[in-house]
C-alpha cells in the first residue's frame, strides 16, 4: 500500500513537471482533430508575418515573446516577421486595397477594434473560420462574430486620466470636466474614440453628444492623441486627458511609479472589444490561426495582458473581467461595444467626422 501510495505520489511530481516543461501548454490544450491540422499545416508554412501598431501587444518586444511561447505551445518552430504600423485604420483601408486587387494581405492576421473593422466587414476580406473546433475548451460561442469572421482577443474602457497631484478635483462623469476648476487645465483626445458612442441611439444620441463635445473643446486647453501621450499627462503638463482609449495605458504608467489614476465616467461607461481576423489572402493562413489560438490561450492572456493590459472577460482569471464585475455590482451600466452593436447603430459612424472638427477647430 506504502508502495503504490509513492507510486502515486512519483506520477504526479512527473506530470506536474511535463506540463510546467517548455511546450507543456499543448499538452494541456484540448488537440482537437482541426487543431492537429492546422499545426501539421503551419508547420509546413514555417512563417508569419504580422503588422500592427508598437501599443498593440507589446509591439516588437511582444512578438519576440509571442513567437517563442506559440512555439513552445504548438512545437513548431514558425518564424514571425513583424512590421510596426501607423495606425489601424490606414491598416484597413490597405487590406480592402489588397483584397481588391487579389494580393497578398500585408499582414496575415489583423486586430483591431470595431470601428476599424467595419469596412472590411461589409467587404468580405476576412475568412470564416470554425474557432470553437480549434480551442473548444476556452473559444466560446459569444467569443466569435460576423460568421467566425472575428474572434475577440480583448476588452477594455475608455477612461478619464488624472494626475493625482495636479487635478483640482477627482472627476465621476465627463459632465465634471466641464466645472469651472477644469477651465483649460485638461486635454481632450483628438480622434474622439469613444464619444461617438454616446451618439448612438439610445445611449445620448446625436445631438446632446454634439452639444456636449462642443462646450468640452471650449473648456479644454488642447489636444492629444490616445496611448503614449498619457506620458503628457503623467508630468503634469496636463491634470487629465478626457478620454484616453485604453485604460490599461494608466496602469502602466502607474507601474512606473507615476502619480496618474483614471476613473471610468458614470455618464459614459462602455466596453471596447478588440478582435483577431485573418484576411482572406494572408500568405500563411494556418501560422496565422494558431497565433490566434495561442493569444486565447492562458499563456497568450497572460502576456496580452502583461504587454498592453488588456484581456478577455469570460476566460478564468481575467483581470478585466474582476474590474468590469466590481463596477456592474456597484452600479454601472455599460454600453457593450462588440462588432454586433457598430452594425447595428449605422449612425455613430456618420457622427464621429463631425465630433473630430468640431475638436480640431477650437
Known amino acids: 500500500m506504502k508502495r503504490r501510495s509513492n507510486l502515486i505520489v512519483c506520477f504526479i511530481f512527473v506530470l506536474l513537471a511535463l506540463l510546467a516543461a517548455p511546450g507543456g501548454e499543448v499538452r494541456a ?19 508569419l508575418n504580422l503588422s500592427y501598431p508598437q501599443s498593440v501587444v507589446g509591439g516588437t518586444s ?3 515573446q ?4 506559440m512555439n513552445a505551445t504548438f512545437g513548431t518552430n514558425i518564424r514571425i516577421n513583424f512590421a510596426p504600423a ?25 486586430i483591431a477594434r470595431p470601428s476599424s473593422l467595419m469596412q472590411p466587414v461589409e467587404r468580405s476580406v476576412f475568412a470564416e473560420i470554425d474557432w470553437h473546433a480549434l480551442l473548444p475548451d476556452r473559444i466560446r460561442p459569444q467569443f466569435v462574430e460576423s460568421q467566425g469572421r472575428l474572434l475577440r482577443l480583448g476588452v477594455t474602457f475608455p477612461v478619464i486620466v488624472y494626475n493625482t497631484q495636479r487635478a483640482p478635483m477627482v472627476p465621476k462623469t465627463l459632465e465634471d470636466m466641464l466645472r469651472p476648476e477644469w477651465k483649460g487645465k485638461f486635454a481632450a483626445q483628438v480622434v474622439a474614440a469613444g464619444f461617438e458612442i454616446l451618439a448612438a441611439d439610445g445611449v445620448w444620441g446625436r445631438e446632446k ?17 490616445c496611448g503614449a501621450e498619457v506620458e503628457r499627462v503623467a508630468p503634469g503638463e496636463y491634470a487629465a486627458l478626457a478620454m484616453d482609449c485604453i485604460a490599461g495605458n494608466t496602469i502602466s504608467w502607474q507601474e512606473r511609479g507615476a502619480p496618474v489614476d483614471y476613473v471610468i465616467p458614470g455618464d459614459a461607461a462602455e466596453l471596447h472589444y478588440y478582435y483577431l481576423t485573418i484576411p482572406k489572402t494572408a500568405s500563411y493562413p494556418n501560422a496565422a490561426k494558431l497565433f490566434a ?4 490561450t492562458e499563456p497568450g492572456q497572460k502576456l496580452n495582458w502583461d504587454t498592453w493590459k488588456i484581456d478577455l472577460d469570460g476566460l478564468p482569471g481575467s483581470k478585466m473581467e474582476t474590474q468590469i464585475l466590481k463596477l456592474k455590482s456597484q452600479g454601472t451600466m455599460f454600453t457593450e461595444v462588440t462588432m454586433d452593436w457598430w452594425l447595428k447603430h449605422p449612425e455613430v459612424p456618420e457622427v464621429l467626422p463631425q465630433l473630430i472638427k468640431i475638436l480640431a477647430k477650437n
Not at 32 to 42: C, M, Q
Open 29 to 47: 490544450l484540448e488537440l482537437t482533430p482541426a487543431l492537429k491540422a492546422v499545426i501539421e499545416a503551419a508547420k509546413t508554412e514555417g512563417s
Open 62 to 64: 511582444g512578438v519576440r
Open 66 to 69: 509571442i513567437e517563442t511561447q
Open 86 to 110: 501607423q495606425s489601424l485604420e490606414r491598416q484597413a483601408q490597405q487590406l480592402i486595397l489588397e483584397h481588391s486587387a487579389g494580393q497578398k494581405a500585408h499582414t496575415d492576421a489583423y
Open 209 to 225: 453628444t454634439l452639444g456636449f463635445v462642443r462646450r468640452l473643446s471650449e473648456q479644454a486647453g488642447g489636444l492629444i492623441r
Open 293 to 296: 489560438v495561442f493569444m486565447l
